[in-house]
C-alpha cells in the first residue's frame, strides 16, 4: 500500500531536522564558548597580565613592608646595585652565622660605618685610604639602610657601587650585634688571594680602626684571618681622623678658666681631664662639619647635633 507524501506531511517531516540542526549549531556554539573560556584562563589577555603584575608586585611590596626580602630579589640604581643573597650560598664561613636580620639601624649609623672604613695598598702600608668615595656614600647610604632593616632571616645584602675612581664591591650583614662588612673589590682592584699575586699585581687590605678588628674563622690547619672582612661594632665612635691625619688642636694654658657644666646637662664624664673634653669635642665638632660639607646630612641635623654636643661638653 503506497503512502501519499502530501507537501503538508513533508513540511512535518522537515520540522524535526531543522530542529536537530538548531539544536546541534547551539551546542557547538556552546562548546567553542567554553574552549574560548579555556584558553582565556591559560593564555590572560594583556590587560588580565598587567593586573597579575600589579597583583605580583602588591605582594612584594607587602613583603618589604614586613620585612622579608627573599633571597635572588635585585635593586639597579644609577651606578649601584644591590642583591639578597642566600645565606647557604655565600662562600666563606658565612653559612654558619646566626643571621641577626631584619636589622634596624639609622642611616646616620651606616653613613658612620662608610667613613670609618680604610684599606691599605701594600705598595704603600701604613697609608689610610677611604673604602668609600664621598659620592659612594651620598648614592648607597640610604639604600643600604633600607636594605637591613628589611633582610630576611636567610639572606645577606651584596652590593656593587661605580665611581670615578672605580668599582668598590662587597657584601654586608648583621650578626650578634656586629655589622660585617667583607669587600672583594675596592676602587676598580681586586683583591688578591695569595703572596704571588700580591707580589704580581700589587694588592690591598683593610685597616681596622676603632671599634673595628679582622673576621676570624676555625680551620682545619688553624685560624684565619680575612684581611678583606671587618666585623665592626653597631655604635661606632667617631672617627679620631679624617682626610688621612689628625686634625690639629691647641690645649689651652695652664690657669685658663674653663667653664662650669650646667646642671640639667652633666658632662660625659667627671674623671675625663678637662684638656682631653676639649679635643674630644673639637674632634667631634670637625667630623659633624665634615659631614655637612659633603651633604651627608643636611643643614637642620646639622645644627641640632652641633647644638647637642655643645649642651653636652659645656
Not at 674632634?283 to 665634615?290: N, P
Not at 643643614?299 to 655643645?310: C, F, M, N, S, T
Request: proline share 6%; net charge positive; aromatic share 8%.
Amino acid at each position: 500500500m503506497k503512502t501519499q507524501i502530501t507537501s503538508k506531511s513533508l513540511k512535518l517531516l522537515k520540522a524535526p531536522f531543522a530542529i536537530a540542526i538548531i539544536v546541534s549549531i547551539a551546542l557547538t556554539g556552546c562548546g567553542s564558548t567554553q574552549e574560548t573560556s579555556k584558553k582565556k584562563a591559560l593564555w590572560p589577555s594583556n590587560e588580565e597580565k598587567v593586573t597579575g603584575k600589579k597583583q605580583t608586585a602588591d605582594k612584594e611590596e607587602l613583603d618589604s613592608e614586613n620585612g622579608s626580602m627573599p633571597a635572588g630579589r635585585k635593586l639597579i640604581a644609577e651606578d649601584f646595585s644591590l642583591t639578597y643573597i642566600d645565606q647557604e650560598q655565600a662562600d666563606g664561613d658565612i653559612d654558619q652565622f646566626t643571621l641577626q636580620h631584619p636589622f634596624s639601624i639609622a642611616e646616620r649609623q651606616v653613613t658612620l660605618h662608610m667613613v670609618a672604613l680604610n684599606y691599605e695598598i701594600y705598595s704603600k702600608p701604613k697609608i689610610a685610604n677611604p673604602v668609600f668615595t664621598k659620592e659612594d656614600i651620598r648614592k648607597t647610604k640610604r639604600l643600604l639602610t633600607k636594605a637591613l632593616n628589611k633582610a630576611h632571616p636567610q639572606t645577606i645584602i651584596g652590593f656593587e657601587v661605580t665611581s670615578e675612581t672605580g668599582t668598590t664591591q662587597g657584601q654586608l650583614f648583621a650578626s650578634r650585634g656586629v655589622l660585617h662588612w667583607r669587600f672583594f673589590k675596592i676602587q676598580g682592584v681586586w683583591h688578591s688571594k695569595t703572596r704571588n699575586e700580591e707580589k704580581q699585581y700589587g694588592t690591598w687590605r683593610m685597616m681596622p680602626g676603632t671599634g673595628q678588628r679582622f673576621h676570624k674563622s676555625n680551620m682545619p690547619r688553624g685560624t684565619r684571618k680575612w684581611d678583606n672582612w671587618i666585623e665592626a661594632k653597631i655604635n661606632l665612635p667617631a672617627p679620631t681622623h679624617l682626610n688621612n691625619s689628625r686634625p690639629k688642636t691647641k690645649r689651652p694654658n695652664n690657669g685658663t678658666a674653663q667653664m662650669a657644666p650646667s646642671p640639667s646637662q652633666p658632662s660625659p664624664s667627671t674623671t675625663i681631664a678637662p684638656e682631653k673634653r676639649i679635643i674630644d669635642l673639637e674632634e667631634k665638632l670637625k667630623f659633624l662639619k665634615y659631614l655637612h660639607q659633603n651633604q651627608l646630612i643636611d643643614k637642620r641635623e646639622y645644627e641640632q647635633k652641633r647644638k647637642d654636643l655643645l649642651n653636652q661638653y659645656l
